[in-house]
């Protein structure tokens, strides 16, 4: 019983530690820049968007930037504790399986613009960008969790279906052209078309797992596994032979997605709009393998590892399950769908179009698992040279996050941040969301009376307005 505790034990800070490195370095995710128009890059969420500029030039690397955490057991703090006596951390899952949630799901991503551009050219506005991808989410059952932490002993005699753990991981660099075409005078579509190169990719296609602890007859206990895994891995590093340039010149794991989009005029002062984002696939094909196991069956009592006196514990943990599962590797092509989201937005603005009250429903597939979330904002365009939006968002087992987003407009620079969650910055280890994002742009507008209330908001960038005369109010709004 002691080896199965120990072993156990193990494989819990093994697959922690697996799951939580990717937070340090993570697919167009976010709520608060979804129309905020004066910024061109809302229009990565709706690509029907245009911010009234007649050209943007992101500078490279800088114009646009968003990474996040979305986690349903909480931050950081929420997996360790600090040692009695001492500042020292130690791994804690009780808290996690105590939380009364039946499985936890984490999600990372990262995105930034490498090259960002947009231009005018008569009614329609054009788009062109490389912008590198980062999603991870991983999903963890909780009898997984229990078995874990607590070992295998308050189990005798049950079968524990550990089915639900599932991890996904893509990095890919993202080649694309969106074009924003006005129909008549009360709509405007958008259509961006992507090249997707993958650069590496994890995927967890099935999972068959389950356990069960019986007592044999010696008063041992001993675990029998009916394993019935595939996990599908592409361009994963090599520590021993791992070369930058090669892994990101590698164009053999090809792909494609497309955003759709609208922005629907109701009235002058109503406009409804949607999108769908993130429609499409990946086929990998350089540098594959797939892990299953030989056996559909496994029995075990346990192992041990000293982390004290081993210079490499988890290389030996990894030998030992590999053994243990008797797990084997082969190239395999295959293909990824990716997560698709999809917007739904709702904008009322005042008669003189300085204030917008919005209010957006987002979704996001991931397998078989929905995640809606709801948005309401306000946004001001104080003049041509400054707008601020603040919202509330609420995400599924994440429901208090208040947002702040920010756009400075000197020509022909333009400096623009946003958060979804504002306090997350300050307490991003106590958060269940965090996130954050600024761009730097140059950007060319047309030249109109400053303080116009269209010139600041900028609805549509094909708007003709008449000239405004001292004290005299324009109802030019088409």
Excluded: C
């Excluded at 991981?169 to 259509?191: A, F, Q, T, W």
């Excluded at 010149?249 to 955003?259: E, H, V």
């Excluded at 908001?457 to 003709?464: A, E, F, G, K, T």
């Amino acid at each position: 019983m002691k080896n199965i505790y120990s072993s156990l034990k193990i494989l819990a800070v093994f697959v922690l530690a697996f799951l939580l490195l990717p937070r340090v370095s993570n697919a167009q995710n976010g709520y608060i820049l979804y129309g905020f128009r004066d910024v061109q890059q809302s229009s990565l969420l709706n690509p029907a968007f245009t911010s009234g500029a007649t050209t943007v030039v992101g500078i490279p690397l800088l114009s646009n930037f968003s990474t996040g955490l979305y986690s349903t057991s909480g931050g950081l703090n929420n997996f360790f504790s600090k040692k009695a006596g001492s500042d020292s951390l130690y791994l804690d899952l009780s808290k996690v399986i105590n939380n009364g949630k039946p499985e936890d799901r984490i999600t990372n991503f990262t995105d930034m613009d490498i090259l960002f551009t947009g231009f005018k050219v008569g009614s329609t506005f054009i788009t062109l960008g490389v912008r590198q991808h980062i999603f991870v989410q991983t999903i963890l059952d909780r009898d997984l969790l229990k078995l874990l932490w607590y070992g295998n002993s308050p189990y005798e005699n049950q079968t524990l279906d550990l089915s639900h753990t599932a991890v996904s991981e893509n990095h890919m660099i993202d080649y694309h052209l969106g074009i924003s075409v006005p129909i008549k005078n009360k709509v405007r579509v958008g259509i961006r078309l992507h090249l997707l190169q993958g650069l590496s990719d994890i995927s967890t296609t099935n999972n068959g797992l389950s356990l069960k602890t019986v007592l044999n007859n010696q008063g041992e206990f001993e675990i029998h596994a009916r394993t019935n895994f595939l996990v599908n891995t592409s361009g994963l590093p090599d520590s021993s032979s791992f070369n930058v340039g090669k892994y990101l010149t590698n164009f053999n794991n090809l792909g494609y997605a497309i955003d759709l989009g609208i922005d629907f005029q109701a009235t002058k002062q109503l406009w409804i709009n949607a999108s769908v984002l993130d429609w499409g696939k990946v086929y990998y094909r350089s540098n594959t393998k797939s892990y299953y196991p030989v056996n559909d069956s496994v029995s075990f009592d346990g192992v041990s590892v000293d982390f004290i006196n081993n210079k490499d514990p988890f290389k030996t943990i990894g030998d030992t399950l590999q053994k243990l599962f008797d797990i084997k590797n082969a190239p395999r092509n295959y293909h990824i769908v990716l997560p698709t989201r999809f917007i739904v937005g709702v904008d009322y603005y005042s008669k003189d179009m300085r204030n917008d009250f919005s209010m957006l429903f987002s979704g996001r597939f991931f397998n078989n698992y929905f995640k809606p979330a709801v948005s309401v904002a306000y946004t001001r365009f104080v003049s041509g040279h400054f707008s601020v939006k603040a919202n509330y968002t609420w995400i599924k087992d994440a429901p208090m996050n208040f947002g702040l987003a920010m756009a400075v407009n000197f020509s022909p620079f333009q400096l623009y941040v946003y958060s979804d969650n504002v306090s997350g910055l300050f307490r991003w280890d106590q958060q269940k969301y965090v996130q954050i994002g600024f761009g730097f742009n140059i950007r060319l507008v047309p030249r109109k009376t400053p303080l116009h209330p269209e010139s600041i908001h900028n609805l549509r960038p094909d708007i003709r307005i008449k000239p405004v005369k001292e004290n005299e109010e324009s109802d030019n709004f088409d």
